[in-house]
């Protein structure tokens, strides 16, 4: 059973609006590997696109801006789970490389994927203590 997607915070200041150079690139790796799934597209103010998965969405825009200062949180029910899906999915990182952190008073086991468009995802579930 795959993990289910509880929650997506922005790293900056919005989920809706992650930069992408090229959303036809970069689509089949949210489809394919992350599971998400086309809710809408649109070209105007530029080309995007809202994807869905389980609790969120997300939205991909050739907007201009950088990819590699951009991404989300995903809040997560099972971190290894998650992790496991991906890689049966075609991602192809060996390790995930847990670690716990600390976002205010809540911990999180968390491990990072970076999209081949250059977003970086931090995945991770709430740990007791």
Do not use: W
């Not at 969120?56 to 907007?63: D, K, R, T, V």
């Not at 809040?75 to 995930?96: I, M, Q």
């Amino acid at each position: 059973m795959p993990a289910t997607y509880n929650r997506a915070a922005p790293y900056a200041d919005d989920a809706m609006n992650l930069p992408v150079k090229s959303l036809d690139q970069a689509i089949p790796f949210y489809e394919t590997v992350m599971g998400f799934q086309i809710v809408s597209r649109s070209e105007t103010p530029c080309n995007s696109a809202v994807l869905a998965r389980d609790q969120i969405q997300i939205g991909l825009a050739e907007n201009g801006g950088d990819p590699t200062q951009e991404g989300c949180f995903f809040e997560v029910d099972n971190v290894e789970t998650a992790f496991e899906e991906l890689r049966s999915n075609g991602f192809d990182k060996e390790d995930a490389g847990y670690r716990v952190d600390q976002h205010g008073d809540t911990s999180y086991r968390v491990f990072f994927v970076v999209a081949p468009d250059e977003l970086c995802y931090c995945i991770g579930q709430r740990t007791n203590g």
